[in-house]
């Protein structure tokens, strides 16, 4: 990976690089070119406005852009937010008359990649500050695009291991995955953030991974069952936290798998946590857990439906089951009906 971007770098400094400048002002604008024309390297096109600049580097996109931050069209942070919206690839280096340290670093923060001050600096320190932001644009896209495969690659294993424990429980195929979509419309329902949402997703598509140190036949033994086999199949959450306690997911992965049959009362198990001892996202794994059984055929009994599972939502709301995510619960139900259950549909990777 390196070793391609040298080569990028070596040929960007070979070749002339295509420089966007976006100013309103002419003689500003003639005098960025006049420098750079001295160093050599630079072919410079000229937008005068916000919306010229995104049209053309739309049409054509430059190598880098150098932007002036007062714009006929768009002034201050807002000409930042506005043009990388358009264009997130793109390097951005500001140019503009402000000397203003704060402006320098909020730019740096809203995306851009260096901050030129408009009389300060010869040719040679603009084409360096061009050059470097191009490099540096080129490894934060580099490390983007890593963070995604690594992300993709992790949901995919996750999906694997919740698929592995269906094939051991047959009777309960889809369970792990109904309960990851119905987990991440709570969160959405919520207001919960992006990241929040997919923790949930896979806390969910895990919460009963420990079930595969639980003997087959138990977990599918027809009729009733009995107090020593209901008492190994409790073991499960604590089974699941120690398979997955040492595994560094970017959420409280393994938490979420040990509290996820926690009840606000304390009648949960296996630590009988109460209230806020029981993180947010294991609330909400219990109740979409407990919609999706109630609902679903299990081999000890038959399906009870949606309405007995709402209901009982509804009389255990702030004793066993969190208040705030029952309503939720609720609401995604009423707007999808049974097909937010459909286990056709796993979510997305």
């Known amino acids: 990976m390196h070793l391609k971007r040298d080569l990028e770098m070596t040929d960007m400094r070979s070749r002339e690089v295509d420089l966007l400048v976006v100013e309103d002002n002419p003689a500003d604008a003639r005098l960025i070119e006049l420098l750079l024309s001295e160093v050599g390297g630079f072919n410079c096109r000229r937008a005068a406005t916000l919306g010229e600049a995104i049209a053309g580097a739309g049409a054509e996109p430059p190598d880098a852009v150098l932007l002036d931050l007062s714009l006929p ?4 942070i807002e000409t930042v937010e506005r043009f ?34 408009k009389g300060q600096g010869d040719g040679n320190l603009i084409r360096r500050t061009i050059l470097y932001a191009i490099e540096r644009k080129a490894v934060e ?8 495969r690594l992300k993709r690659v992790l949901l995919q294993t996750v999906r694997s291991l919740s698929l592995t424990l269906e094939m051991r429980d047959p009777y309960t195929t889809g369970h792990q995955r109904r309960v990851a979509q119905l987990s991440t419309a709570i969160g959405r329902q919520m207001g919960l953030s992006d990241a929040t949402v997919e923790g949930l997703r896979t806390g969910g598509l895990l919460h009963d991974i420990g079930k595969i140190h639980i003997p087959a036949e138990f977990l599918s033994r027809p009729g009733k069952l009995s107090a020593e086999v209901h008492k190994v199949i409790r073991m499960h959450p604590q089974m699941g936290w120690e398979i997955m306690k040492d595994i560094e997911f970017p959420w409280p992965v393994a938490d979420m798998i040990r509290q996820h049959h926690e009840r606000l009362d304390g009648s949960g198990y296996p630590l009988g946590l109460k209230g806020d001892e029981i993180i947010l996202e294991s609330r909400i794994i219990a109740v979409a857990d407990v919609l999706e ?57």
């Open 141 to 148: 896209e580099e490390r983007r695009a890593t963070a995604e």
């Open 293 to 349: 059984a109630i609902s679903s055929h299990r081999p000890y009994r038959p399906a009870l439906g949606l309405d007995v599972a709402i209901q009982e939502l509804r009389d255990h709301s702030g004793s066993r089951y969190d208040p705030a995510v029952v309503r939720a619960c609720i609401a995604v139900v009423e707007e999808k009906g049974v097909g937010i259950l459909d286990e056709d549909a796993p979510p997305p990777l």
């Open 84 to 117: 990388r919206a358009a264009a997130p690839a793109l390097p951005i280096v500001i140019c503009t008359g402000l000397d203003d340290e704060s402006m320098g670093l909020l730019a740096l923060q809203h995306g851009c990649q260096d901050y030129l001050v």
């Open 73 to 76: 069209d768009a002034h201050g």
